[in-house]
């Protein structure tokens, strides 16, 4: 067995799509370390190996906002948050979609475009302070090209669709800023799609304009997102769609039952057939019944004790009673049930990453753990192969139909 399988495949679809910068495996993520036989190394030195030699595509990191709020210098390591420039090579992540992230309450209260376009500017921003380190990639084209430079790509996409603010034209001008996914809504149903956290089904799924939205976003060549929407909203796009839709950052509702936010079997059988892809969140709340239950059962007790609402008791709650974080086998076992359920082409990577808060599994800090997860997959009897769809494989796979789809629309 060859330790990198993943390189020839990409090797192949550079070549394919009519690019030749495909370095040697040894110097693959500007390493120059000499190749060593899989039988040589233990299993925690073949996901390193792995790590650094494959592409591996995250689909959702909340940098942006996180930034926005409280501004540190990512392209050097920082005290605060899951990710920045030495921990991302650390984890040999190749191409994060950052997360223009849109609070639902902007769809209230206007000015969600002008977030939006701001928080692009700082992303372009990043790149031009450090155009060694990062490089934006609004194609599969420009993310390969990128994957052999040592370079992170920065690929965008929205979470919530408000910014749209029901006008195609603005569908458009995101494009054309980059964005490469639209998450349809957000915590709040807005005038594009019900959410799957709010109980007031105003759409009953997607709204007229949502309907319209979902076919111009196969036109114009943007993946749909429906990770966040209700079940109604979910099954109408996936049949309105004519390309593969994805899940950016969701998890499994067989293992967190009467969470909408995830996804039940039937979902993910549908998903598969719609050619789709589910990128797995590793929030705990995402991934254990318990984490999920966690704040519910905190607040039951502010309650009780007279004091809703208050920081002070939250903090001695947490005290007592440890959050219980989930851990990285949970993660696995969510990856598990895809496969076993729909196969190994359906599911990939959305860590949600500076976006849940302190509720990451052991193991799955930050962004330097890719290799940890990998080390999983091995250990699980996962090939290089198949390991490799799940780090970037299916992910690109559809991000090429669904470009493929626009070009002839």
């Known amino acids: 067995m060859t330790t990198r399988p993943s390189f020839s495949l990409l090797c192949t679809a550079l070549l394919s799509a009519g690019l030749t910068a495909c370095s040697t495996p040894g110097q693959?993520?500007?390493?120059?370390?000499?190749?060593?036989?899989?039988?040589?190394?233990?299993?925690?030195?073949r996901a390193e190996q792995i790590a650094q030699n494959s592409m591996i595509?995250?689909?959702?990191?909340?940098?942006?906002?996180?930034?926005?709020?409280?501004?540190?210098?990512v392209t050097k390591a920082t005290e605060r948050g899951e990710f920045d420039?030495?921990?991302?090579?650390?984890?040999?992540?190749?191409?994060?979609?950052?997360?223009?992230?849109?609070?639902?309450?902007?769809?209230?209260?206007?000015?969600?475009?002008?977030?939006?376009?701001?928080l692009i500017d700082s992303m372009e921003a990043l790149v031009g302070r450090a155009p060694d380190k990062f490089a934006m990639a609004d194609s599969t084209e420009q993310a390969l090209a990128q994957f052999s430079s040592g370079k992170i790509s920065l690929a965008l996409g929205m979470e919530n669709g408000t910014p749209i603010g029901?006008?195609?034209?603005?569908?458009?001008?995101?494009?054309?800023?980059?964005?490469?996914?639209?998450?349809?809504?957000?915590?709040?149903?807005?005038?594009?799609?019900?959410?799957?956290?709010?109980?007031?089904?105003?759409?009953?799924?997607?709204?007229?304009?949502?309907?319209?939205?979902?076919?111009?976003?196969?036109?114009?060549?943007?993946?749909?997102?429906?990770?966040?929407?209700s079940d109604d909203a979910f099954y109408q796009t996936v049949a309105l769609s004519k390309a593969p839709v994805i899940a950016s950052h969701s998890s499994l509702r067989s293992f967190v039952p009467g969470f909408e936010r995830n996804m039940d079997d039937e979902m993910i059988k549908a998903l598969a057939r719609n050619g789709g892809v589910i990128q797995i969140n590793f929030g705990s709340s995402f991934v254990t019944a318990m984490a999920n239950q966690y704040?519910?059962?905190?607040?039951?007790?502010?309650?009780?004790?007279?004091?809703?609402?208050?920081?002070?008791f939250a903090e001695i709650f947490r005290q007592q009673?440890?959050?219980?974080?989930?851990?990285?086998?949970?993660?696995?076992?969510?990856?598990?049930?895809?496969?076993?359920l729909v196969g190994i082409d359906y599911v990939g990577?959305?860590?949600?990453?500076?976006?849940?808060?302190?509720?990451?599994p052991v193991g799955l800090k930050d962004v330097a753990s890719y290799p940890n997860l990998i080390a999983g997959l091995l250990e699980r009897g996962y090939s290089e192969a198949d390991i490799e769809k799940i780090l970037s494989g299916n992910l690109l796979r559809v991000w090429r139909q669904v470009e493929a789809y626009a070009a002839k629309h």
């Open 349 to 360: 990577i959305g860590s949600d990453y500076d976006g849940v808060g302190d509720s990451l």
């Open 28 to 45: 693959l993520n500007g390493q120059s370390a000499p190749e060593q036989p899989a039988s040589a190394l233990s299993t925690e030195q």
């Open 85 to 118: 420039y030495p921990r991302a090579r650390k984890g040999g992540l190749n191409v994060p979609f950052m997360s223009i992230y849109i609070p639902a309450s902007y769809e209230r209260t206007g000015g969600g475009y002008q977030l939006a376009n701001q």
């Open 321 to 340: 009673q440890p959050y219980p974080f989930a851990t990285l086998d949970t993660v696995l076992d969510h990856i598990d049930h895809v496969v076993k």
């Open 166 to 229: 029901g006008d195609l034209a603005n569908l458009n001008h995101f494009y054309q800023r980059g964005i490469r996914y639209i998450t349809l809504a957000h915590s709040e149903s807005n005038h594009i799609s019900d959410s799957s956290y709010d109980l007031r089904r105003r759409w009953q799924g997607l709204s007229p304009f949502g309907k319209e939205l979902v076919v111009a976003m196969n036109n114009i060549g943007m993946m749909i997102d429906i990770s966040h929407v």
């Open 295 to 312: 704040s519910a059962l905190r607040k039951a007790a502010a309650e009780k004790a007279g004091v809703p609402n208050d920081a002070a």
């Open 57 to 73: 595509i995250d689909t959702h990191i909340d940098v942006p906002y996180r930034l926005h709020k409280d501004w540190e210098d």
